[in-house]
Every structure is written in structure tokens, then in C-alpha cells.
């Protein structure tokens, strides 16, 4: 049982290239959710889906898009990277009113 | 939007000595929870209080939810170096499955 699964660890991008984060969980959540981290900072979110087939604006989701086409994948898309998006990004997925399990975490950095 | 604010923003305690942070949001919250992010790695679940002026202990950690629904604290009996880390609160206003964290206490323990 691996839990939520990030890919990449880490990534360079250049200014206006794309790139796709992935998310995959093995433990059937309904729920995931894509948050970023800036340094020394809180969680904010971008996306969050709570089925397949469902997607939804978190508080940060310019810059970026999220598709649900099966219930284990989420990934987040990030058209036109500029600096702003350096951050660490993190998955997670919830089952009903139980806690968030994370992903290990993607560092991104745009320069 | 709702706010949900920590105090402190950081706390360095003598190992042995105890720790609180305090959680407080701006609206009424269904339920709330605490996670836990060692420097460098991922948030990690503790635990989630439900119900008005609830109180759980996990072995030298205690969490309380306040009677309004409004707050929340975590207290560390005897710290350890292996406390260290940001501690998060998660606030939850109802429906779907969606939390705001809250923006930490980074504990730091002195040997």
C-alpha cells in the first residue's frame, strides 16, 4: 500500500515552458486535493476534486488546471511556469471526514 | 474567506520543557485537525477533534477543541528533539472535505 504518490521529486523549469505534476493514491479516496507550499509558509490550495469527473477552484488556482478522469489520478498542469510558481507542490487524498494523507511532495523551481 | 490563524509562529523550547500552540478560526468549525511536518518532509495527520470542548491525548500530545468550536490547541508534555517540526492546525467549516490550514508553529527543541 504505497498511499499518495508524487512524481517528479524535483524540476527545473525555464520561464513559459509546461510542465504535468503527477498524483496517484492506492487507497480509493474519493477526495484529492492539490496544495502548494512556500517556503516557511502555510498550505494553500489550488484544486481539489471529490470524485472522478469532478474538479473545483481552491483559493490559488490561477496558473494552473487539474483533470479527474479515474478515481486513483490527479494530476495539476502548469502552462506558461513563471517564477511565482516556484514552490513545493503537494497531493493528498482524504477518504469522508478522515485527516489528509500527503505525498511526499514535488519542488519545482522556475527560473 | 475564512481565516485560520496560529499562535506562535515559532516556538524554540528547552528539551524537557513544554510546548502549546494555539489555533483560532474566524468561523465556527465543524471539526479540526493537527498535522505535523518534519523539516523537509510532508504534512503528516495526527488527529481530528469533532465534537465541542473535545480532549484527546496521544501519548505526551494533547489536543483540545474548544467549547464555541472556534479553537484549538495542541500541548506537548516534556519535549523531545523528535517533536521538532511545524505543527498545522486544519480547520474545517462543513460540507465537502475541504480545510483551511492553518499558517503553523515551527518548534524547535535545544538538546
Known amino acids: 500500500n504505497a498511499g499518495v504518490t508524487q512524481t517528479p521529486k524535483f524540476r527545473i523549469l525555464k520561464i513559459g515552458q509546461s510542465m504535468t505534476l503527477q498524483c496517484t493514491q492506492d487507497?480509493?479516496?474519493?477526495?484529492m486535493y492539490w496544495y502548494r507550499q512556500d517556503p516557511g509558509m502555510g498550505l494553500k490550495l489550488i484544486y481539489y476534486?471529490?470524485?472522478?469527473?469532478?474538479?473545483d477552484k481552491g483559493e490559488v488556482p490561477n496558473g494552473y488546471n487539474v483533470s479527474r478522469s479515474t478515481t486513483e489520478d490527479f494530476p495539476l498542469r502548469l502552462e506558461l511556469a513563471a517564477p511565482s510558481q516556484t514552490s513545493v507542490y503537494f497531493c493528498?487524498?482524504?477518504?469522508?471526514?478522515?485527516?489528509?494523507?500527503f505525498g511526499s511532495g514535488t519542488r519545482l523551481t522556475v527560473v | 474567506g475564512q481565516q485560520v490563524m496560529q499562535i506562535p509562529q515559532y516556538q524554540h523550547v528547552q528539551e524537557g520543557e513544554d510546548f502549546t500552540t494555539y489555533c483560532n478560526s474566524s468561523?465556527?468549525?465543524?471539526?479540526i485537525q493537527w498535522y505535523k511536518q518534519r523539516p523537509g518532509g510532508h504534512p503528516v495527520f495526527l488527529i481530528q477533534?469533532?465534537?465541542?470542548?473535545e480532549v484527546k491525548k496521544q501519548k505526551r500530545l494533547t489536543f483540545q477543541f474548544e467549547k464555541k468550536k472556534k479553537n484549538s490547541s495542541l500541548h506537548i508534555t516534556a519535549t523531545q528533539t523528535t517533536d521538532v517540526g511545524t505543527y498545522f492546525c486544519?480547520?474545517?467549516?462543513?460540507?465537502?472535505?475541504?480545510?483551511?490550514f492553518g499558517t503553523g508553529t515551527k518548534l524547535q527543541v535545544i538538546p
Open positions: 493528498a487524498s482524504s477518504q469522508g471526514t478522515l485527516g489528509y494523507t
Open positions: 487507497m480509493n479516496h474519493n477526495y
Open positions: 476534486s471529490v470524485g472522478a469527473g469532478i474538479t
Open positions: 468561523t465556527t468549525l465543524s471539526n
Open positions: 477533534l469533532v465534537k465541542s470542548g
Open positions: 486544519a480547520g474545517n467549516l462543513g460540507g465537502y472535505q475541504k480545510v483551511t
